[in-house]
């Protein structure tokens, strides 16, 4: 059986980069085996993860790197200077984001992202290794792009996959699959679909990795909290692709309210309609006991690496930090029940 392992979410809010080397030192001690990072309209996915690189020896990984707003070579110059930095501890986690990232922000085309991504894998996997790379693709091209600095080990490619078609490539051509914004129950539906995939395509089913970040809430209940919450799952839940990942898990019906109210523009509406049972499924949220016991749930589903992005709604920034810390040091992997326990 895969270990199961706990990891950062990167960057973590309240502090600054520089300060991610003796953060992420405390967390290695407490038993974080993993820092993975995100990008959304921050910080890039690859800076935090040199700063812990270098702090750490704990496994680093990007969930995710986009394959429309990087082109392949530089793409490619990225993660062969992350493996440099943290040699057999990298993990390139690619996806293909959403529309407003692409489109709205980054001036490219949404089209054909599950191509897209399947071809991004086949051309990293020849230019990691320190071939001259010639690709003729449908969705990119390459001519004559040669690394002179190829990784000296090779660097696992993990597929950000959302609905069947993406998960279908995760499991045909990744090491491993990343999930977002799914509860502990969607879990091996979206599980089952890699598997599958991988049996299929004359791969070991169980060799996938699966890595979700789960986004933990620390503040206590209460209507400002709980409406927070609910604008962050609106702000998501309309973008096109993670409203059809929902319809696909089968929650048409508990979100189409939502859906309906911010078609409409009434978003003040939109963000009253969150059903707390969604709430409470895709946001972590409670004591620390009650939010150790909802990451063993999604580790018991069929996740492998639990991936813990922590928010909370305090603006005093020194309260902030405090609350991250504790929280970070309160979900310690080193006090977890056995089942969820990495070691």
């Not at 949404?110 to 991004?120: D, G, I, N, S």
């Not at 002179?148 to 699959?177: F, K, Q, S, W």
Request: glycine share 10%; proline share 8%.
């Amino acid at each position: 059986m895969r270990e199961k392992r706990w990891a950062l979410s990167l960057p973590v809010e309240g502090f600054s980069l520089a300060e991610h080397a003796e953060l992420a030192r405390e967390a290695e001690r407490l038993g974080y085996t993993d820092a993975w990072s995100y990008e959304v309209d921050g910080v890039d996915c690859f800076a935090p993860l040199a700063v812990v690189g270098v702090a750490t020896g704990m496994r680093v990984g990007t969930a995710i790197a986009n394959v429309f707003t990087r082109g392949p070579a530089t793409l490619a110059m990225s993660a062969a200077g992350l493996a440099d930095i943290a040699p057999g501890r990298f993990c390139l986690g690619i996806g293909a984001g959403s529309q407003p990232i692409v489109e709205a922000w980054n001036g490219g085309a949404f089209a054909r992202p599950a191509t897209r991504v399947r071809e991004m894998v086949r051309f990293l996997r020849q230019a990691l290794a320190g071939e001259r790379v010639v690709f003729p693709g449908e969705t990119f091209s390459v001519d004559g792009f040669r690394l002179t600095r190829p990784p000296a080990e090779p660097v696992p490619i993990h597929v950000a996959a959302l609905r069947p078609g993406m998960l279908r490539v995760a499991g045909e051509v990744g090491d491993g699959a990343v999930f977002n914004w799914l509860a502990a129950q969607d879990v091996p539906k979206a599980v089952g679909v890699v598997r599958e995939a991988a049996a299929r395509a004359g791969r070991d089913p169980d060799a996938i990795e699966i890595t979700a970040r789960l986004m933990i809430n620390l503040d206590p209940p209460g209507p400002a909290p709980d409406a927070a919450v609910r604008r962050h799952i609106t702000a998501y839940l309309n973008v096109p692709v993670y409203r059809a990942f929902h319809e696909w898990l089968g929650r048409g019906e508990a979100l189409g309210p939502m859906w309906e109210a911010w078609r409409q523009g009434d978003r003040k509406a939109a963000v009253a309609a969150v059903p707390e049972r969604v709430m409470n499924d895709l946001i972590i949220r409670g004591s620390p006991d009650e939010i150790r016991a909802h990451v063993v749930r999604y580790l018991d589903a069929g996740i492998d690496t639990a991936c813990l992005q922590f928010a909370t709604g305090e603006e005093d920034p020194v309260k902030k930090r405090d609350i991250v810390r504790n929280a970070i040091r309160a979900l310690a992997p080193a006090r977890a029940t056995p089942r969820g326990n990495p070691r």
